[in-house]
Nanobody
Framework: QVQLMESGGGSMQAGLDLRLSCAVS????????MGWFRQAPGKEREAVAR????????YYDDSVKGRFTAYRDFIEKTLDLQMNNLKPEDSSMYYC?????????????????????WGQGTQVTVSS
């Protein structure tokens, strides 16, 4: 079955960098739409980055644009999230999600795309 496994979370001071990784198994990596989401206690889940794996099209939320970058690895079948200049407001549980592309790459990175596979999450805590 399809599995997503996040790694790389931790606790750190503001201004530092951190890299999360999501390993994919059980499906064809290049056929996926993938995303990184985060959810803090008492807040709604929000999309941080959405990626069309095949052509690399990507959407970033305004709150992370210029600081976060998503990287694809077709050999390791991972989607990494490089997070630079972390801020306390980036503190959250981060989740990796995926779903078969099924349509256009633009639909893949749109808000309406429905992800059907989710990882268990990795915690990121940033102190000021």
């Amino acid at each position: 079955q399809v599995q997503l496994m996040e790694s790389g979370g931790g606790s750190m001071q503001a201004g530092l960098d951190l890299r999360l990784s999501c390993a994919v198994s059980g499906t064809t990596y290049s056929n996926l739409c993938m995303g990184w989401f985060r959810q803090a206690p008492g807040k709604e889940r929000e999309a941080v980055a959405r990626v069309a794996i095949d052509n690399g099209a990507v959407y970033y939320d305004d709150s992370v644009k210029g600081r976060f970058t998503a990287y694809r690895d077709f050999i390791e079948k991972t989607l990494d999230l490089q997070m630079n200049n972390l801020k306390p407001e980036d503190s959250s549980m981060y989740y990796c999600a995926a779903g078969p592309i099924g349509g256009s790459w633009s639909a893949c990175i749109s808000e309406g795309f429905e992800y059907i596979y989710w990882g268990q999450g990795t915690q990121v805590t940033v102190s000021s």
